[in-house]
């Protein structure tokens, strides 16, 4: 069936450096691929999305690209933050238009 | 403001006794859906409705009930629950009737079945 790996489950930097969270998806046919954020205590809530005409995307200190081809998308977050510090999940719309989520990062941005 | 409320936030229940957590959206959108949130395995689709008296099963339906009489209100139901079903449990809407558009999503409801 449909799956959407996400790595690393885990990921701790520091305060100003990079965070990197990859994605894989197994359905060639998808088309859109949005990132959600959920801090804690909360609903997740979408961030970034990138659809499969485009190869990246970019908000202020998040990026997203995408490469169809190997069928896997990142998310990137310059500079980051203690506000950044969240559980990330990507997703992948597949055929049949479903939302398929990864299984989340847990972002942790130390001062 | 535009939102989507669940009730209860919290709730603890014992094996076998009905429950039913209710989502409410005030945005007018046509689209809602339930997802449960398990360590390690993400965001799971339960049930979701494209409008008002059109529901279907998402990847996680068992043990699980739906219904959709008014746009607003997509009320999760639990007829017999069992610990599995112990989890974290969110509602969405989104804007379209299709189901992969921006969804927007509850505060989430934290299941305990002893």
């Known amino acids: 069936g449909e799956n959407v790996e996400q790595h690393p489950s885990t990921l701790s930097v520091q305060e100003g450096d990079s965070a990197v969270i990859k994605c894989t998806y197994s359905d060639s046919a998808s088309n859109y691929f949005p990132w959600y954020k959920q801090e804690l205590g909360k609903g997740p809530q979408l961030i970034i999305d990138i659809r499969s005409n485009v190869g990246e995307k970019k908000d202020q200190r998040i990026a997203v690209t995408l490469n169809k081809t190997a069928k896997h998308f990142s998310l990137h977050i310059t500079e980051t933050q203690p506000e950044d510090s969240a559980v990330y999940f990507c997703a992948a719309r597949g055929q049949g238009g479903k939302l398929i989520f990864g299984q989340g990062t847990e972002l942790s941005v130390k001062p | 403001e535009a939102q989507v409320t669940q009730n209860p936030r919290y709730l603890i229940t014992v094996t076998g006794k009905k429950l039913t957590v209710t989502c409410s959206q005030n945005m007018n959108h046509e689209y809602m859906s339930w997802y449960r949130q398990d360590p390690g395995l993400g965001l799971r689709q339960i049930y979701y409705?494209?409008?008002?008296?059109?529901?279907d099963k998402g990847d996680v339906p068992e043990g699980y009930k739906v219904s959709r009489k008014e746009k607003r209100n997509f009320p999760l139901i639990l007829e017999s629950p069992s610990p599995n079903q112990t989890s974290l449990y969110f509602c969405?809407?989104?804007?379209?009737?299709?189901?992969?558009?921006?969804?927007?999503f509850g505060p989430g409801t934290r299941l305990l079945v002893l």
């Open positions: 409705s494209m409008n008002v008296e059109v529901t």
């Open positions: 969405a809407s989104s804007p379209s009737g299709r189901p992969a558009e921006t969804q927007y």
